[in-house]
């Protein structure tokens, strides 16, 4: 009986080293996962940002709002840029 309960115990010990190796290695490709998603927002940020100022720019140009096409293009390129801006601030 006393040998099996040493059994038990070892295989007890096994178990839970196996089970805290597996949540490492999980919490490792979880934190990767995050690193990568940080870095696509920060490029994004700067994307967005560049933006902005290449807008701002040309917004301040007369001849976009001479013509009447080329404006409404303009205005749906402002309005996406302020839909993933109020996304991603």
Request: proline residues 0%; negative net charge.
């Amino acid at each position: 009986m006393e040998t099996a309960l040493w059994i038990a115990g070892i295989h007890l010990i096994e178990l839970l080293a196996i089970g805290i190796f597996l949540i490492v290695r999980k919490n490792r490709k979880l934190e990767q996962v995050l690193i990568q998603q940080q870095e696509q927002i920060n490029t994004l940020d700067f994307l967005f940002s560049k933006l902005t100022t290449s807008l701002s720019a040309i917004d301040e140009k007369v001849w976009v709002e001479g013509d009447e096409e080329l404006g409404e293009v303009f205005n749906d390129i402002k309005e996406i840029k302020d839909t993933l801006n109020s996304l991603y601030n």
